[in-house]
């Protein structure tokens, strides 16, 4: 683990630097998530055995960002397709990483059943507490009292729902050989070593690994870079970081 | 593969049935889908099969768009994947199938037609065809077969994957609740030696495969567009077909296709029985159409009866094909109900 995180101010080998300086808006969590991802995919030399699924959305914008094959699906629908494909093809290691809204909202339907199926696949999760392609709408995930463009009063319980908690709700319907956890970009330690758990347990246990990453959006959440850390500490204390697995591994 | 001695035994079969038995004939290797009236029996099918050949694998859905997505995720890894559908189920495929019309994918998907808006009816209709044939957004691109008879269902259930898998466009075949329920003694002689599918995410380190349906500027976007339209409109002499019956010296052509062709057919013996001059064209492939041939004929014919269990979606391709022909056309339409050969016999008697 010391190895990889001693290259953090590189970059890491798997990435296209065809695609580099990526579109994501500085300050994004996203970016941050991948460099990491890359830097576990160098670790584990799994970079010539995988294949990525993304949404649309700002995921979108990774459509090119490794060196291996990535295709770009719709809103919600790159776990569908990371199914197929994965069954199709046992032999590949399959991701799929989407923004809270394609997990939580528009395809929570194939999450929850590729779960409850345990499809051997590892989702990536993206918790922004909203939506930011389109400028930063309301998410499940948003917290009570939130403003956004579609609450523009502050997220109202009573109307639409608390903050949207997926790696709890997954557990309950997943198999007991499940990876399930949630990390924060703001713990850069924890967050390789739970990507990496996400992917070991296809590789070893051939079973559904999920993980949670909670990202910052300064661009939508209109933040400084001082106050985007202040609302991830806030959003950790409503989304708790750490593993949910039902049995100890 | 199936031998044919595998094959004698099972010729009273039901359209359903014969679906599964094209496909895998046509060398499918992977379905998805989720049930729905009148196409869930190719899903317990293709289960049954897939229980007797490791070779073939399936999923029972969620949905019908995870169906569709996961055949897209299947097709990727170099499978030859298809889902089968109806209805309402087919209005929410539209969502993986215009992916596949972006990313120029051989989607594959047989379409037992049902009655509509809505749930409608479960048993019968044509009123998927603009549906099957338009239901994208955008101009999207797509090959569209329908069949008439249950061993045409089989034959087609095999060429729909070479076509998609040869020309790389979504590929459709169309049938209805009476031809995927009705057994029949048919014959499974046809073959096609089917076109190979090859794996579309590469799986290579140094050029990996990067594919996305989204762009960034127009410019870049209808690039792509007018390549693909221009790829669709040089393959439409090569796919479009259509059958025509005692209709080179017809008076009276009706163009009809499906079960609807299939009544027609003996309603023009009825007609010549009577010393009316009767023809039928049937198109088999919806879109592209064959429109020389519609065009060669229909011309030539003093009246065209263009005949279906839908509201005009069938006339509206055919006369915007020939626009000629719009003055000297009756359109005969019961949307979600069936003819009888009588019943077209005597409808185009009134007429004349």
């Known amino acids: 683990m010391t190895k990889t995180i001693d290259k953090n101010f590189s970059m890491p080998k798997c990435f296209n630097e065809r695609s580099k300086p990526s579109l994501y808006c500085p300050g994004c969590g996203q970016s941050i998530f991948l460099k990491h991802l890359g830097f576990i995919i160098d670790d584990l030399e799994i970079q010539g055995k995988t294949t990525l699924g993304i949404d649309i959305g700002c995921s979108l914008l990774a459509w090119n960002f490794f060196n291996f094959d990535i295709v770009q699906t ?176 | 593969m199936i031998d044919g001695g595998y094959l004698e035994k099972l010729s009273y079969i039901t359209g359903n049935e014969a679906a599964v038995l094209g496909a895998i004939n046509g060398d499918a290797e992977c379905f998805f889908g989720y049930p729905i009236t009148p196409a869930t029996e190719i899903l317990e099918g293709w289960i049954k099969k897939a229980e007797e050949n490791n070779n073939l694998n399936y999923l029972q859905t969620e949905d019908e768009i995870a169906a569709g997505f996961a055949v897209i995720g299947a097709l990727l890894a170099g499978k030859k994947a298809f889902t089968a559908t109806a209805g309402i189920g087919h209005v929410l495929m539209q969502d993986p199938i215009s992916m596949a019309e972006n990313e120029r994918l051989p989607f594959v998907g047989i379409i037992a037609q049902r009655g509509g808006p809505s749930t409608g009816t479960v048993i019968y209709s044509q009123q998927e065809l603009n549906l099957a044939s338009y239901g994208g957004n955008g101009d999207g691109l797509r090959i569209v077969y329908s069949a008439s008879s249950v061993s045409e269902v089989y034959y087609l259930s095999q060429k729909i994957f070479s076509i998609a898998w040869k020309y790389r466009f979504p590929t459709f075949l169309l049938t209805d609740g009476y031809l995927a329920k009705q057994r029949v003694n048919t014959k499974l002689e046809k073959y096609l030696k089917p076109f190979p599918s090859s794996k579309i995410l590469r799986e290579m380190k140094d050029k990996p495969t990067h594919l996305r349906n989204c762009y960034g500027s127009e410019i870049e976007f209808a690039n792509i567009l007018k390549r693909n339209i221009a790829d669709y409109k040089s393959l439409i002499n090569k796919v479009s077909e259509s059958e025509s019956y005692k ?67 069938f006339a509206r391709m055919i006369i915007f094909k020939v626009p000629e022909i719009a003055n000297k056309t009756v359109k005969i339409y019961k949307p979600a109900e069936g003819f009888t050969p009588d019943e077209i016999a005597s409808l185009v008697n009134e007429k004349i």
């Open chain 1, 74 to 249: 719709h809103h919600g629908r790159s776990v569908p397709v990371a199914v197929g494909y994965k069954l199709s093809n046992k032999r590949r290691i399959v991701m799929s990483i989407m923004g809270d809204g394609g997990g939580y909202a528009i395809g929570l339907q194939s999450l929850l059943h590729a779960a409850f199926r345990n499809n051997p696949i590892s989702v990536f999760v993206l918790n922004n507490t909203g939506y930011s392609m389109t400028g930063g709408q309301m998410a499940p995930t948003s917290i009570p009292g939130e403003i956004t463009t579609t609450s523009p009063s502050g997220k109202d319980p009573k109307n639409s729902g608390k903050a949207f908690h997926g790696p709890e709700l997954i557990k309950q319907i997943s198999d007991n050989s499940a990876y399930i956890a949630r990390a924060s970009v703001s713990n850069p330690i924890m967050l390789q070593k739970m990507i990496k758990k996400t992917l070991e347990n296809q590789i070893k246990n051939n079973s559904f690994s999920f993980l949670e990453v909670l990202t910052p959006c300064p661009t939508n959440w209109k933040t400084t870079a001082s106050e985007s850390f202040n609302f991830l500490s806030k959003m950790e204390k409503e989304f708790p970081i750490g593993e949910m697995t039902k049995n100890e591994k």
């Open chain 2, 247 to 313: 209709a080179s010296d017809s008076k009276y052509l009706i163009i009809a296709h499906g079960s609807v062709a299939s009544a027609a057919k003996d309603s023009v013996d009825i007609l010549r029985n009577s010393n009316v001059k009767a023809g039928l064209l049937r198109p088999i492939t919806i879109r592209p159409l064959d429109s020389r041939n519609i065009r060669r004929l229909a011309l030539k014919a003093e009246k065209v009866f263009i005949i279906e269990s839908a509201f005009e979606q």
